[in-house]
Structure formats: C-alpha cells, structure tokens
C-alpha cells in the first residue's frame, strides 16, 4: 500500500498559479508512489472569494441598509463572476486529490489531525508574511506532532526581509520543521538569517514534470495575439502592450479583470485555458511568476514587469538562476532593449541541473518511506 503525504498550501483561491503548482506536487509525488492529497484547509482570510456577503467597498460596510444596497448593486455581476469559480471548481475536481473534511484554523487542524505519513508546506507563498498566510501557524506545520515527518517543499517568502516582531514566530516554526526548501534565494537567505543553516532551494513543483505533461491540457487558441497577464494595472506594460500590438498586428488577450483594453478577456475560465493561452501566444507581458515559469516551459518570447507590491524577489531570482535578468523591465526604453530572442538552448540546460536537484531533495527527504 502507497505511503500517504497530505500536502498545505493556498488552496481553492481561484488564481491559476496557486492551482496548478498544487496540482504539480501532487503529480510528482504520486509519481514518486505515495498516495499525495492536500488538505482542504481554508481560513476565513482565504475564502472570501466569490462569497456573495462579501462587501468590499468600504462606505458601503458602514449599516445593515447600506450592505442590502451593495448586495442588489453587486448581484448581477456576482452571478456573472461566478463562471469563473465553477470552471476553476469543474478543473479541481478533474485533476486535484482533496481532503474530504474542510478546516479552517490550525488549531482545528490540531484537534483532528488528518492521519499521514508524512506533511508537506508548499509550493507558492505560504510564507509571505506581507499577507496573512505567512503568519499562520498552519502554513509551517504547527499542527504536525514532533514525531511526522515534515517537510517544506519550495514555500516561498516573496519579499527580501522579514519584519523584525515575526522574526521569533517564523524561526520558531520552521526550526521544526525536519527538512526545509525554498523557492527563492532570497528565501535561503532570509532561512540562514534566523540561524537556521540547513535549508535548500529548490524549484517551484511546475518545473518538475515533464513538459508533455502541461501540453496535455493545451487547445488551440484562435487569433494571433500578446498575452497580458497583469495584477497591477502597470502603465508601461499597458504601452508597450499596445505599441507592440499595433506594430506587429496582433490581438491583446488576458485572464485579469482589470485590463480594459484587452480585444479578448479570458477571465472567467479556468486554469486550462490559461495554460493554452500562454502557449498560443506571440508575446507574454506579465508581472506573473506562474506566468514567468509557464512562458519557460512553453519556450516563449516574454517580459516581465516589476510588481508594485514588495514582492518581486519571485520572478527577480528565477531570472537571475538563469541568466535572464535582462527580461526583468520596469520602463519602455528597457522593454525594447530586451526585447531579443531567448537563448532556450542555454535556459533548458539550466533548468535541467535545478530540477534534478529538486527531485533529489524530495527524494532525501522522503528516503525513510520508500520502499528499498
């Protein structure tokens, strides 16, 4: 009978990344012969998404009346919006293994363990402490007894330093844990700072499957056209966007709700065609790291932009492990200077070393449960 491994991350949040790095552990690791399935673990801060009480304007937070009001306001395009939920959810259910009992805290977690042979934090940033998630006791394992195997799998910090006060709480957390990766250098570094020395870095699950894998999920796209996938709104990207389309007669596509002058917005479909969007593109302009890390598995041409929240060590340092630095742009005179070709040859080469290593620490640290 296979090993069980329960896996935590940013579960059921409805963003592409977040979905398909949890569906690539778990495939690796089935791979690997353990029976992997994630914890459906999902905290009030969390799972506001699509949530048909959700009030997010502030004024209108302010009576029960005024609440009704932006209920009524809000519904038709809440019904709307949520198309996009049943897609993501219609995705999950295809390819993703869950835990069946949902948990909403850590000390639920706590009370009623599920029962695994070993625990995994990760991938994606579960331990960006510039959100809640990072400070979560749950994100490091908290609830796992000292005596179960657990691991970090590629949790990521985002940013380049930790507050001083969450100092103590995050050495604390992850001094327990019994093997610990990061997805970033910055992140190793941030790791060795708080005095801990053994730790890895090591790549993001995506990386980690063959690439025939993620075509499996590929369709044709119509059209020739530039994929925008922005979080920012970044006004450089929506110019050079536009000067490119318009020099080279391509479309503009997107998957964001706030690009408004996209000629196709693909925001209420689900991860699959997220991925076939990238892959039919000419051109990805993103500020994305899932969209950074599928624009090197499908070998496309792209630039990225810097994020104006802190949290741009992501795609800065999967760049920089592979001498493509010069793609990270943050003006328009930088976007047409690194608008060249990218040498995939050398890329693919360097992408190989960092995924056997990846493997290889996943394969240490699961060692005491694979059969000899």
């Not at 009992?101 to 695994?116: D, G, R, Y």
């Not at 960006?128 to 910090?157: C, H, M, R, T, W």
């Not at 003006?331 to 992408?351: G, H, T």
Request: aromatic letters at 14%; one cysteine or more.
């Amino acid at each position: 009978m296979a090993r069980k491994i329960l896996t935590i991350t940013c579960h059921n949040v409805y963003n592409h990344g977040a979905t398909l790095q949890q569906l690539a552990l778990l495939k690796q690791l089935e791979t690997m012969g353990f029976e992997a399935t994630t914890i459906n673990y999902t905290p009030d801060y969390l799972s506001q998404h699509f949530k048909w009480t959700k009030v997010s304007n502030a004024f209108f937070a302010k009576n029960r009346l005024l609440k009704w009001m932006y209920w009524v306001l809000k519904f038709p395009q809440n019904v709307w919006n949520r198309q996009r939920k049943w897609r993501f959810d219609a995705f999950e259910s295809k390819t993703l293994r869950i835990y069946p009992e949902k948990f909403t805290s850590n000390e639920a977690l706590k009370t009623n363990l599920p029962e695994a042979d070993a625990y995994i934090c990760g991938s994606d940033q579960i331990w960006n402490s510039y959100f809640q998630n990072g400070k979560d006791p749950a994100f490091y394992l908290d609830f796992v007894p000292e005596n179960k195997l657990k691991i970090s799998y590629a949790a990521s910090f985002a940013i380049d330093a930790l507050a001083e006060e969450l100092k103590p709480f995050v050495k604390d957390k992850i001094s327990r844990l019994d093997w610990v990766s990061v997805r970033e250098a910055s992140g190793v570094q941030l790791v060795k700072d708080l005095g801990i020395e053994n730790v890895s870095q090591v790549l993001d699950p995506v990386f980690l499957l063959d690439p025939s894998y993620w075509y499996t999920f590929v369709k044709p796209i119509s059209g020739k056209y530039i994929f925008i996938y922005d979080f920012d709104s970044n006004p450089v990207l929506r110019e050079f966007a536009l000067q490119q389309a318009k020099a080279r007669g391509l479309q503009i596509y997107t998957v964001n709700n706030n690009i408004g002058y996209a000629h196709k917005n693909f925001y209420l479909y689900g991860p699959d065609v997220f991925l076939s969007l990238l892959h039919g593109a000419e051109l990805v302009l993103t500020n994305s790291f899932h969209a950074v890390a599928f624009s090197l598995i499908f070998q496309k041409q792209f630039l990225v932009f810097n994020r104006a929240e802190k949290i741009n060590t992501r795609m800065r340092d999967l760049l920089d492990s592979l001498h493509l630095s010069h793609v990270l742009v943050s003006s328009l005179d930088e976007c047409k200077l690194a608008l060249v070709p990218i040498e995939y040859s050398c890329v693919a080469v360097k992408l190989t070393e960092a995924k056997q290593r990846s493997q290889e620490f996943l394969t240490t640290a699961l060692s005491t449960l694979i059969p000899n």
